[in-house]
C-alpha cells in the first residue's frame, strides 16, 4: 500500500544525472550517496544505531542477520507457524534448523509455545508482525534474556510499526525489514537490517559483500573478512527509499486513522482480532476474529466486504512450505541442513498438523486491507458493507 510518484521520480532522476549507480563513490565526484544517507535515516527512524541497506530483500536481511549472529549447524531458530516461508528458509540457509511455534490470538508468536519448543539447541527466537501487526514482545524478549537467545524481528511487513512506543525492529539483537512491492515502503525489491552492535553490523556487512572490495565503502571493519554473498544496494534503491521514508509517518497515520473509523462504526457487531498494541499496530488490516471457519467465510464473501482469511494465503501458512513439509531443504543432497550430522537430533518435524492452533486462528479470522486514501465516502461504503454482513451471519 506504498505510495510513490512524482518526488521519487526527482529522486531518481538526480542519482541518473549523476551517471554514479553503485553505492559507494566520491561525492566531490558528484555521487549522492543515496544509500549511506538513507542507512542513517533508516537507523535514526527506528531508533538504532546501525543499518543495512540490501537488495535481496527481507530475506537477505534475515540471512544476514543470521550469519552475523553465527548462527549454524547444530542450532535451532524458534519462527512462528504464520509467517512468508522467508523466515524458515532464512534458517534453512545458514544451516540451522527451524522450530515451527504456534501463534497466539494476536496472529503472532505465541510465547507459551515457544517456551515449549526451548530445547537445550535453541539460539534464537524470530517474532514475525504478520501485515504489521505487534508480536507480544514484553514476554518474548524476557525469555530470549532469560535463557541467553538472540531475537531477532522479521518487521519485514511492519516497517513504521511499533510497540509500546518504540519502533518494530529496534527490540531485538537484529531487526529486518523488507521493501518489496507488497510492504508499505518500496522501492519493488530490497530490504535492510538494524542493529545496535557494531560487530553484529561489521558481520552482515562482510556476509552482504564477501569480497568487501569497495573500500570507500568498507575500510573501517573491526572483524576480518569472512566468506558471504552480494546483496548491495544501489543509488537507485536508496534514492526511492530515502522519498519513501519520508512517507512513512504520514502513511500510517492516515492507515491508522481509517482503521479507528471501521472500530468506532464496527465495534458493537464485529470482534476485533486482539492486538499486542492497537497503538503501534501499522493497521495495514482491519482483522475481525469469527467463532467458525463457516462464518469467516460468509462475512469475507458477502457483498462489498472483500474480506481475505490468512489461512488462505498459501505460503504465509506453515501448512503450504511444501518444499520444507517434504524435506527439500537445499539446492544439493550434501548441502542440506536436514542431514547435517550437527543438526541430526534436533527438532526438525515438519507436518501439516503441527500446529492446530494456529490453523484455527487463520481459519477464523478475516483481514478487511485499508487503503490510506479512501474519502470519508468511501470509507462510509465498506463500513455499510460490513455492517450489513455482519448483522446477517
Ligand atoms: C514476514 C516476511 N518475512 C520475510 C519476507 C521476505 O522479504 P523479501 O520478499 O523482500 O525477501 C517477507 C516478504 O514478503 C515477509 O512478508
Redesign the pocket.
Known amino acids: 500500500m506504498y505510495r510513490i510518484g512524482q518526488p521519487e521520480l526527482d529522486a531518481l532522476r538526480a542519482v541518473i544525472d549523476s551517471k554514479k549507480l553503485f553505492r559507494s563513490g566520491d561525492p566531490a565526484a558528484g555521487h549522492q550517496q543515496a544509500v549511506i544517507a538513507f542507512e542513517r535515516e533508516w537507523a535514526a527512524t527506528i531508533g538504532t544505531d546501525y543499518s543495512l541497506c540490501l537488495s535481496?530483500?527481507?530475506?537477505?536481511?534475515?540471512v544476514c542477520a543470521l550469519a552475523a549472529l553465527g548462527i549454524g549447524p547444530g542450532d535451532e531458530v524458534i519462527v512462528p507457524a504464520y509467517?512468508?516461508m522467508?523466515?524458515a528458509c532464512?534458517v534453512l540457509n545458514v544451516g540451522a534448523i527451524p522450530v515451527i511455534a504456534e501463534i497466539d490470538e494476536t496472529l503472532a508468536l505465541d510465547p507459551a509455545d515457544v517456551e515449549r519448543k526451548l530445547s537445550r539447541h535453541t539460539r534464537a527466537i524470530i517474532p514475525?508482525?504478520?501485515v504489521g501487526r505487534p508480536a507480544n514482545l514484553a514476554a518474548l524478549q524476557a525469555i530470549a534474556a532469560r535463557e541467553k537467545l538472540f531475537l531477532v524481528e522479521?518487521a519485514?511487513?511492519g516497517c513504521g510499526g511499533s510497540y509500546r512506543g518504540q519502533r518494530l525492529g529496534s527490540f531485538g539483537d537484529i531487526g529486518?525489514f523488507?521493501?518489496?512491492d507488497?510492504?508499505i515502503l518500496s522501492c519493488g525489491?530490497?530490504?535492510a537490517l538494524v542493529t545496535r552492535d557494531r560487530t553484529l553490523y561489521d558481520r552482515a556487512r562482510i556476509y552482504h559483500d564477501s569480497l568487501v572490495g569497495f573500500k570507500t565503502f568498507a575500510n573501517d571493519l573491526s572483524v576480518p573478512p569472512f566468506v558471504g554473498l552480494q546483496f548491495r544496494a544501489s543509488e537507485i534503491m536508496g534514492a526511492i527509499l530515502r522519498v519513501q521514508l519520508t512517507r512513512l509517518d504520514g502513511l500510517l497515520a492516515d492507515l491508522r486513522r481509517v482503521g479507528r473509523r471501521f472500530d468506532e462504526a464496527l465495534g458493537d457487531v464485529l470482534t476485533l482480532a486482539p492486538s499486542n498494541d492497537p497503538e503501534g499496530d501499522c493497521r495495514v488490516v482491519v482483522a475481525y476474529r469469527f467463532p467458525s471457519e463457516a462464518s469467516a467465510r460468509d462475512f469475507a464473501t458477502a457483498p462489498g466486504v472483500g474480506g481475505v482469511l490468512p489461512i488462505d494465503t498459501g505460503r504465509?501458512v506453515y501448512a503450504n512450505w511444501d518444499a520444507l513439509l517434504q524435506r527439500r531443504a537445499s539446492h544439493h543432497p550434501d548441502w542440506d541442513p536436514l542431514t547435517h550430522p550437527k543438526n541430526l537430533g534436533l527438532n526438525s518435524r515438519y507436518t501439516p498438523d503441527l500446529c492446530p492452533r494456529t490453523l484455527d486462528l487463520l481459519a477464523r479470522t478475516v483481514y478487511v486491507f485499508i487503503n490510506p486514501d479512501w474519502t470519508e465516502a468511501e470509507i462510509a461504503i465498506r463500513i455499510t458493507a460490513l455492517r450489513d454482513a455482519a448483522v446477517r451471519l
Not at 535481496?56 to 534475515?62: N, R, S, Y
Open positions: 535481496g530483500g527481507g530475506t537477505a536481511a534475515l509467517t512468508w522467508a523466515t532464512a514475525v508482525y504478520m522479521d519485514a511487513q529486518c523488507s521493501f518489496n507488497f510492504k525489491e530490497g530490504g504465509h
